[in-house]
């Protein structure tokens, strides 16, 4: 086993995007995590157990300078390493840094404190010196915990931490440098718990699809004290700035009744985080946002009411076939539907090829002459009768119809039908009646 110390100095700042936790050691601790999951608080240190993470980081070597001497550390915290943690715990101390095990001094060892005295009269003040007296003599006049801690200190006892675990659900405040009089304004401060929120998705190997941001506002105005925003996703994230984006819409169209003095941010929905598929080819992915990514941002600032989609109906009549919703409701009913329900929706027959590529919204009705249509002139019936019977489950007329592929001269190909004769409406001896319902592209 190998443990890494790391101990922040008074003066230390958190880790960049980590200053809204509750202290310098918790943000450590976080930011530790992304090298190793054994990640424990031990009085003003924290340690980190690496040796099952060192050949994922590419070696001991490279995890180090990851840890210690890469930009994404942290600044003013003071490290030492050592084959257990009080060892690396107790190296720490000024000087300390290559002392041998046996020559570490007992004062380092937390459990040795009380005795410190009576063992330095009895002439022990190294862990080595303590490790040669005799060990019944010893667990009777001081105790077995200082034998305890000493067998641990020496690789012969088991470490027993509560090991640094992260919260199931993301939350995380941020008091505000000063009153915030606009909405657009929140987003500097919402930026960096977003920075948060991205580490936290990464340690839990989760994406986000719903989070809601919160602000306290001044409580000295006659107005409400608190507000927030809720923020769904079509799909599970973890791209902050695409979220950033989402935020600076929505808080475009907010307005504060009073100035806000902090901000909450709270993760509402996430799912488990999907892998990523390795291919020998090279994927051919666009630049940019992806269509998921840019509905979001156009419903945003334009409202989800004015952004539509089309979404498949269960019923045979063309008409009704599909019908327009928008596009945010769209989204999550599609990512929510399992994909072969979604693949039996859109499976079209055969027959369907023969369908438009524009539907008139309502069926145009055609002259008869001499029982054939005409649309100006005489259509040339191509390919037919495509029979559909459909809608005698509704309180409307039901729909019995033969379509057609039609030529004309002038329009081109269109999409004919035909009425049956033996509908409700139409009475004996009368003529068909013929109707243009789409024209093809």
């Not at 340690?47 to 070597?61: C, H, I, K, Q, T």
């Not at 990514?293 to 109906?313: I, K, N, S, T, Y």
């Not at 145009?364 to 100006?376: C, F, M």
Request: charged letters at 20%.
């Amino acid at each position: 086993m190998h443990w890494i110390a790391l101990q922040p100095q008074p003066e230390a700042q958190p880790p960049d995007g980590l200053a809204g936790l509750a202290d310098v050691w918790s943000a450590l601790g976080w930011w530790a995590l992304q090298f190793t999951p054994r990640v424990a608080r031990l009085d003003d240190a924290v340690l980190l157990e690496v040796s099952a993470s060192e050949r994922l980081w590419g070696g001991r070597a490279r995890l180090r300078h990851l840890l210690l001497e890469s930009n994404q550390a942290p600044a003013l915290i003071q490290h030492a390493e050592g084959a257990t943690s009080l060892i690396a715990k107790a190296r720490l101390l000024p000087g300390l840094s290559h002392t041998p095990a046996p020559e570490l001094p007992l004062a380092a060892l937390a459990a040795a404190g009380p005795h410190l005295a009576t063992l330095a009269a009895l002439g022990c003040t190294r862990w080595g010196q303590l490790r040669a007296l005799p060990r019944a003599g010893v667990a009777r006049r001081f105790g077995a915990p200082l034998l305890q801690a000493l067998d641990q200190a020496c690789g012969q006892g088991p470490d027993r931490y509560p090991w640094l675990l992260l919260p199931e659900v993301f939350e995380a405040s941020l008091e505000l440098a000063a009153q915030v009089e606009t909405a657009p304004a929140l987003l500097f401060g919402a930026r960096r718990l977003l920075e948060q929120l991205q580490l936290w998705l990464q340690l839990r190997q989760r994406a986000v699809l719903a989070l809601v941001l919160c602000w306290t506002m001044d409580a000295r105005r006659d107005t409400a004290t608190q507000g927030e925003l809720l923020l769904r996703c079509a799909e599970p994230t973890l791209d902050t700035v695409h979220l950033q984006r989402l935020l600076a819409e929505h808080l475009a169209r907010i307005t504060l009744p009073a100035p806000a003095l902090s901000l909450q941010l709270r993760t509402v929905e996430t799912v488990p985080r999907g892998g990523h598929t390795a291919s020998l080819l090279p994927e051919a992915q666009r630049p940019g946002d992806s269509l998921h990514q840019l509905l979001e941002r156009l419903g945003a600032r334009l409202g989800p009411a004015q952004l539509l989609q089309l979404q498949p109906q269960a019923d045979h009549r063309p008409e009704r076939m599909q019908r327009w919703q928008p596009v945010s409701n769209a989204t999550v009913l599609i990512a929510n539907e399992p994909s072969a329900a979604r693949a039996g929706a859109l499976n079209h027959s055969q027959d369907q090829a023969l369908y438009p590529s524009w539907l008139l919204a309502t069926p145009q009705r055609l002259a008869v002459r001499q029982g054939h249509p005409h649309y100006p002139d005489r259509l040339t019936l191509l390919a037919g009768p495509q029979r559909l019977e459909a809608g005698w489950w509704d309180a409307e007329p039901s729909a019995l119809r033969d379509y057609y592929v039609a030529r004309s001269s002038v329009s081109g190909l269109l999409w004919v039908y035909r009425e049956r004769l033996d509908q409700p409406q139409a009475g004996p001896g009368l003529a068909p009646r013929w109707y243009l319902h789409g024209v093809f592209g």
